[in-house]
């Protein structure tokens, strides 16, 4: 992440923490967007972290801005959460070129769409005991930067305020 792109999402985190949001409450929201955000389904991570806000009252747009932040990472870790799902569930791994899979879903789209259903639910079960065990360490991680942070907001708010 460029020096820019890390000052701005710290500005962000600044914000949220400004307006009166816990740290645990951001933690939560920024650690469920990375999450959710690498789901390894395109087009479904937005809908996918709005729905986890509302349900977890998590604070949407800093679900939001860390999904759109990390695009580029759910794009490559899609085939790895797909093979590390064909492997868990024992399944044989389907190794087809782009070309191949074009083909495929000119000639025969309902094996196409099987074949790519297949492959997406192996992905979903990888990715399911990635989050299992990567949100607990997510939030954690976060929170205590997060905590951090508030600390040096109130350091800087106290020496301004006895200057």
């Known amino acids: 992440m460029s020096s820019l792109a890390q000052r701005r999402l710290m500005d962000a985190v600044k914000g949220l923490l400004l307006q009166g949001i816990t740290p645990q409450k951001l933690a939560l929201s920024l650690a469920c967007g990375i999450l959710l955000g690498v789901f390894p389904v395109m087009g479904t991570t ?75 639910l192996q992905g979903i079960v990888a990715w399911a005991i990635f989050a299992a065990i990567a949100l607990p360490l997510f939030y954690w991680l976060l929170f205590r930067a997060i905590r951090r942070i508030q600390c040096e907001i109130q350091t800087r708010r106290v020496a301004a305020e006895l200057a």
């Open 46 to 120: 937005t809908a996918l972290c709005a729905v986890a806000a509302l349900v977890l009252r998590l604070n949407l747009p800093a679900s939001q801005l860390v999904n759109y932040a990390i695009y580029p990472l759910q794009l490559a870790l899609i085939v790895p959460f797909i093979r590390m799902g064909q492997r868990l569930t024992r399944s044989q791994q389907t190794r087809m070129t782009l070309a191949q899979m074009v083909q495929l879903a000119r000639t025969d789209q309902m094996k196409a769409f099987h074949l790519l259903w297949r492959m997406a």
